[in-house]
Every structure is written in structure tokens, then in C-alpha cells.
């Protein structure tokens, strides 16, 4: 290894992780919960860190204003009201879920659209021949074939058009009024309440903290997630059963879309408070070396925020969730300054805001970006590289995770860039990881949609998620230091580093795969 690499590797070091870690977990910064002072100075500390490592600021003091509205749903005057041939009913959380950021009411017919994907890429259309404009939008959660090795979506996994943001953002472009999204009937795992149910007290976290959203959101519809049985309920009123219109969607990937005659909903959002506050991503820029390919740009980039306070004098210090990612890009800053190893392509280091409240940040980065998105080659993005990962509550009977999980992390995307994986596996050879791909193969967890990578693998950039894996901890008041694995926390970061500087160098950067297919 040359000396300059030596010297990268060795700001990666387990004392100085910890020493952040330690840090960011502390009482001061209470959980990070964005919009609260701790995450505020987590920001400001990631800033002052990129200022030392001497990146170039490409937003005024490292730091991305993003505008948010913050609120609180009124669960009286909030509610989904459903009128059909045999009469009118009226469903509140959690049969009817709303969290949209304006009070008001959305109405019109309910037309049913499949899975609510449209593909063309994959010849696949809900909406082929459909009018939904000015209607309300009843589709199934995830997409179909979800079972099968063979589908034209990406088999037992998910693709990028089974989250709900690319759902809802489809019925807006087809003029939609409204969404609402039931659990898919034939469905093989839990559905979405299901599996929020199954991380402990998350209700009462729920609950406890405000809605986030950003205040020009590309999503300008209120989305309601419906419970099965309303659902069932209404595709029964055009004498449809849901399990036989999932069925046909399966067999044939032919649309099944229709209205239902005489059935009308009225979406109704009330709020007890709504304020606009400002958060903050963070970016610094190492400017690449050759003259043409530093317009070129390769992402590391994590999420700073957390849960904050329990409510009961505890925090959730989110340790691992995700100060080991923040701590993780704060050190390969330095590792590039130190060692003064300068690609020819440029990197920003990127720790977004509100990732918890929904990717706000990243949303917000991929809308106004500070670098063009076409020119971005790469994404490295990390989301809890700290634990070893074990069994919960969560993960339960979905997915086989191994009895020694010490040496192993997960990349997350794979279908999408199978030349990014083949990137990190020759770079990997210099540092031994076990890499797992089995969070593409799973369906259920919707690992795809749950951090920052997301909004750019919607835009067509190469972008994974490294991630050593959920746990016991997950989401509790017990996410702490002492519980990191930091030799394995520095070989992840060791790999990155590797991994980015081929990035930043190779003649032929890594191609984005619009149909995702298994490996």
C-alpha cells in the first residue's frame, strides 16, 4: 500500500470513531430529533469538521438550507370519508391513515388502478386507458410478481416503483386528486402496520413526535394507507374480489383498472399546529484533479438526525442509526485531506437532514442539487454501519440472517448497478468484508425505500446503501456507543475509501440499469 493510502487508512482509526460517536450520542445533543437544537448542532459540528478537513463549501457555510413544514395531525377532524351504493362510512387512523401537511379536503370517485405503476421500460401501465384525473386513486401496496424469481420487476425483491413516493408521484402526473393504498391480498409477508408494529413502542414514538415535510415537496396529493378489510370492502362494491384482481395483475401483467360505480371518498386533513423551521444538509467538496472529470462527482453521504428525546428522561442516542454513518463520512473527509489523495473525478461528502421524517434531506439535495445529477457517478451512502446484525422482532421469520454476522455488511441496490457491485467487490479484495446481497431478494421490509440513496436511484444515478443490518436496538433508547463493533465500523469505511477512489479514477464509471434484474 502506498504511503499516501497509509495515511488515509489511518484517519479511519477505532479511537477517533468512538472519540465522534461518543460525541454525537451525548446528552447535549438529545437524540438529534430534526428541527430540535441537538440535530442543529450536529449539523454545525459535521460543518466545522468539513471546514477543517479544508473542503471547498459549494452551499454558503457547508450548509443546505431545507425549508420544512412541521405538524401535527388533528385525529378527530382528520379522517377518510367513503360513500358507495350501500352507504357512507367514516375511518380514522388507524384504519385510515393520513399524514399530509396542509388541512383541507380532497374528494371526488374512486377509481382503482392496480398497483399504481406505470413502466415503460417494462411495458407495464395501471393507468393504460385510465381516467383518474380529478379522482381518488385506490392501488395495492409493493407490485406484482413479488414471489417470483422470473418477474419482470426484479423478483422476490423490490424495484424502485413499489414505494409509496413513486406510487403517489405517478397518480399526481395522471392528475389524481387523492391516494389510497390497501395491503396487496395475496401477499406472502406483512403488510406496512404490520411491520411498523413489529419495532417495539413505535406507536408511542409516532405519537410523540411531529409529521415532517418539505414545504415545495414534489408531492402535492394527500396519500391515506388504508386497512385491507375497507379496501376489500370497496373493490366488492363493482362485484371484484381483491385477491382475484391480484391474481389476474400476477398472471397476465395486463391492467385490471376501473372505476367503482357510485363510490366516492372525501380525504379530510385537519392539524392542531403547523410551523415552517429550516434544517440543514450538510455538504463539502474535494475537488477532483484532472481538468475535465472534476465536473464529474461520486456521493458519500449519511443522515445526522435521530429520534430525540424518549419522553421518560431517556434519549434515543442512535448510535449506530445513524451517527456511525455521520461519524463514518466525517472521517473520510479527513482520510482524502490527510493523505492528500485527489481523484480525477470530485467527491461531496453529504450527511442530509430528516432522513427519519422521510428522506426529507436527500429529497430535498436530488431537487436542488449542488452538483448536476447527471454528471454523479456514484453514491455511497451509509445508513448504520456499526452493528453486527441479529435477529428482532422486525426481521423475524422474513429473511435468514447468519450466526456470525462480525465481518459482514449488506450493500443495498445491487440490481440497479451491477458494475458499482463489481467495483466494490475488487476493492474489497484489499480488505476482507463479507458482502451480502440479501436485502435485494427480500420483499417484505422495503429496504429499497428506507434511506438516502433512494431519491437518486430515482433519478438513474448508481446508488447503494451499505449497511451492516438491523438489530434488537433498532429504534430504542439502547442504540449506544458501547454496542458499535468499530474494527469492523473502520474496514467498512477502509473499503469505502478504496471504492471511492476508483470511482473517482476509472475511464468507465459505473452504468445505472433502469430494468432491475437479480443477480
Known amino acids: 500500500m502506498a504511503l499516501a493510502q497509509k495515511r488515509a487508512i489511518a484517519e479511519l482509526n477505532e479511537r477517533q470513531l468512538k472519540a465522534n460517536l461518543s460525541f454525537l450520542t451525548s446528552e447535549p445533543l438529545a437524540g438529534r430529533l430534526s428541527l430540535e437544537r441537538g440535530s442543529d448542532i450536529a449539523a454545525r459540528w459535521v460543518a466545522s469538521e468539513f471546514a477543517k478537513a479544508g473542503l471547498r463549501g459549494p452551499a454558503p457555510g457547508y ?34 391513515s393520513v399524514a399530509y401537511p396542509r388541512a383541507g379536503t380532497m374528494s371526488g370517485p374512486i377509481v382503482f388502478a392496480g398497483f399504481g405503476i406505470t413502466a415503460p421500460e417494462l411495458n407495464y401501465d395501471d393507468y393504460a386507458g385510465l381516467d383518474v384525473k380529478g379522482k381518488i386513486v385506490l392501488i395495492f401496496d409493493h407490485e406484482p410478481q413479488e414471489s417470483d424469481p422470473k418477474s419482470i420487476f426484479s423478483g422476490r425483491g423490490n424495484t424502485r416503483y413499489a414505494g409509496s413516493f413513486v406510487k403517489v408521484r405517478t397518480a399526481q402526473e395522471h392528475g389524481a386528486a387523492g391516494v389510497l393504498i390497501m395491503p396487496e391480498p395475496n401477499r406472502r409477508h406483512p403488510s406496512l402496520e404490520q411491520r411498523r408494529n413489529a419495532i417495539a413502542g413505535n406507536a408511542q414514538r ?16 394527500p396519500v391515506v394507507n388504508l386497512s385491507e378489510s375497507i379496501g376489500v370492502g370497496l373493490l366488492a362494491t363493482a362485484g371484484r374480489k381483491a385477491a382475484d384482481l391480484h391474481a389476474a395483475i400476477d398472471r397476465d401483467l395486463k391492467p385490471v383498472s376501473m372505476e367503482l ?10 392539524l392542531t399546529s403547523s410551523r415552517k423551521a429550516t434544517a440543514y444538509n450538510v455538504v463539502g467538496l474535494l475537488e477532483g484533479s484532472d481538468s475535465k472529470l472534476k465536473e464529474e462527482t ?15 428522561g431517556a434519549i434515543y442516542p442512535g448510535a449506530d442509526d445513524n451517527g456511525s454513518g455521520t461519524v463514518g463520512v466525517v472521517a473520510l473527509a479527513h482520510a482524502f485531506a490527510e493523505s492528500g489523495i485527489r481523484p480525477k473525478r470530485s467527491i461531496l461528502f453529504a450527511v442530509f437532514a430528516a432522513e427519519e421524517r422521510g428522506l426529507l434531506g436527500s429529497y430535498y439535495y436530488v431537487a436542488h442539487p449542488l452538483r448536476p445529477l447527471a454528471g454523479t457517478r456514484a453514491v455511497i451512502n451509509f445508513d448504520m454501519i456499526g452493528r453486527d446484525e441479529k435477529e428482532s422482532t422486525q426481521t423475524d421469520g422474513l429473511i435468514h440472517i447468519g450466526a456470525d454476522t462480525s465481518n459482514e455488511m449488506n450493500l ?14 475488487r476493492s474489497n479484495k484489499k480488505v476482507g468484508l463479507k458482502l451480502s446481497y440479501k436485502w435485494d431478494e427480500e420483499a417484505a421490509l422495503n429496504v429499497l425505500f428506507r434511506s438516502d440513496q433512494y431519491p437518486f436511484v430515482l433519478h438513474g444515478v448508481p446508488a447503494m446503501w451499505w449497511f451492516t443490518g438491523f438489530h434488537p436496538d433498532y429504534h430504542q433508547t439502547t442504540d449506544t456507543v458501547e454496542k458499535i463493533n468499530f474494527a469492523k465500523m473502520s474496514k467498512i469505511l477502509e473499503l469505502a475509501f478504496h471504492a471511492a477512489e476508483e470511482f473517482g479514477n476509472t475511464s468507465k464509471p459505473p452504468a445505472f440499469v433502469a430494468v432491475a434484474k437479480p443477480r
Open 298 to 312: 461520486i456521493v458519500i453521504s449519511a443522515h445526522y438526525d435521530h429520534d430525540g428525546p424518549a419522553g421518560d
Open 206 to 221: 409516532n405519537a410523540r413526535i411531529p409529521s415532517q415535510a418539505l414545504e415545495d415537496s414534489e408531492l402535492k396529493i
Open 63 to 96: 450548509l443546505q438550507a431545507v425549508t420544512m413544514i412541521e405538524f401535527r395531525i388533528d385525529r378527530d377532524e382528520t379522517g377518510l370519508t367513503i360513500k358507495t351504493p350501500n352507504g357512507e362510512h367514516v375511518y380514522h387512523t388507524p384504519q385510515a
Open 261 to 270: 360505480p357510485g363510490s366516492t371518498a372525501a380525504i379530510r386533513v385537519g
Open 412 to 425: 443495498v441496490g445491487t440490481y440497479y448497478s451491477p458494475e458499482y457491485t463489481a467495483l466494490v467487490e
